[in-house]
């Protein structure tokens, strides 16, 4: 059983800066793609970042330049730098982890919230 856990979030003024981190337990293959996710009220959800098990990174146009992602393969950890924060971040943040070859597989966290106030 695949377990997404995310932790970091909170209220912070806009400007600031926040550190969202993601660990996965259990067993998995590898060529995988870890991702922070983020859903505002009435909004779809959206991809912030993710980092392919290769190393590969990609960002949601909104925070390019603000955010950076990291990942620990070996820790199975994922990273969410947040700087200069803006009201329009404020969101539930999601971890993913998911694989589009066989096997494939799409786990979600429970989401933490992050709120940038003005």
């Known amino acids: 059983q695949v377990q997404l856990v995310e932790s970091g979030g909170g209220l912070v003024q806009a400007g600031g800066s926040l550190r969202l981190s993601c660990a996965a337990s259990g067993n998995f293959p590898g060529a995988n793609v870890m991702g922070w996710y983020r859903q505002s009220p009435g909004k779809e959800r959206e991809l912030v970042a993710s980092?392919?098990?290769?190393?590969?990174?990609d960002y949601g146009d909104s925070v390019e330049g603000r955010f950076t992602v990291s990942r620990n393969n070996y820790k199975n950890t994922l990273d969410l730098e947040m700087n200069n924060l803006k009201p329009e971040d404020t969101a539930v943040y999601y971890c993913n982890l998911k694989r589009k070859i066989l096997p494939r597989f799409n786990y979600w966290g429970q989401g933490t919230q992050v709120t940038v106030s003005s």
């Open positions: 980092v392919t098990s290769g190393g590969t990174s």
